[in-house]
């Protein structure tokens, strides 16, 4: 069974761009989580969505938003970039259903922010 | 709000030791899911062990190992005959139960862990 996937794993971006990225879950996997990673802040949890709605929000800014697809892909949007946006996101997805539903982590873009 | 501590931000085991990693945790909530996750230098996440708080056993995955102390709200990894490849930064991580459901993770600040020879 393939493993969530991410793309791009790298990307550059200059202050005042936005910028998208994209989440593949496992199959079979209705719910995708995204998470912020920095030396500064830690991991933070961004947002989570669940059946193509977002089922929960962390505490960022409107400049983050996302959406889900049918096929439960997901995509994350970051407007008007910063500087501090530099950071690894990570997409972890679930089947998303209750109990204890392990969340299975893809590799990550890192986006940087000149 | 939830907060996850991990209070040693480095360890160093020999390998073949035993090592025991901290983290406590602040909540009101009675029932509650907790976990240990791995991050080699690869970045990747993975899952190392998981505790349902409602469960009074700790969890045991081979050589890893949980002592949940849930008065204390404390939920400790120990690592056994350590390896080369358990090098890496350690993330304890807190999930409350939602009613709608939802897998929103707190985590601590992490422990980078050192296995010498």
């Known amino acids: 069974k393939a493993g969530v996937t991410q793309t791009p794993r790298y990307l550059i971006k200059t202050r005042g761009q936005q910028v998208t990225l994209s989440c593949s879950p496992i199959s079979g996997h209705r719910s995708v989580s995204w998470y912020q990673q920095t030396p500064g802040q830690g991991l933070q949890f961004l947002f989570e969505y669940f059946s193509e709605t977002q089922r929960n929000k962390g505490n960022f800014p409107g400049r983050f938003s996302g959406r889900q697809f049918s096929n439960s892909r997901s995509e994350m949007n970051v407007s008007t970039l910063e500087l501090g946006d530099s950071a690894l996101y990570l997409c972890?997805?679930?089947?998303?259903?209750?109990?204890?539903?392990?969340?299975?982590f893809g590799p990550g873009t890192r986006l940087t922010v000149l | 709000a939830q907060t996850v501590t991990q209070s040693q931000p480095e360890m160093s085991v020999q390998e073949a030791e035993t090592v025991t990693l901290s983290c406590t945790y602040d909540t009101s909530e009675s029932d509650y899911y907790l976990f240990w996750y791995k991050q080699p230098p690869s970045r990747q996440m993975i899952l190392v062990i998981r505790q349902e708080a409602y469960k009074q056993q700790n969890a045991t995955e081979n050589r890893f190992s949980v002592n949940f102390q849930k008065a204390a709200k404390s939920f400790s990894l120990k690592i056994s005959d350590s390896q080369l490849g358990d090098a890496a930064m350690y993330f304890c991580a807190y999930r409350i139960i939602l009613t709608g459901g939802g897998n929103k993770l707190t985590f601590g600040t992490g422990t980078q862990l050192k296995v010498e020879l």
């Open positions: 972890a997805s679930s089947r998303g259903g209750g109990g204890i539903n392990e969340q299975f």
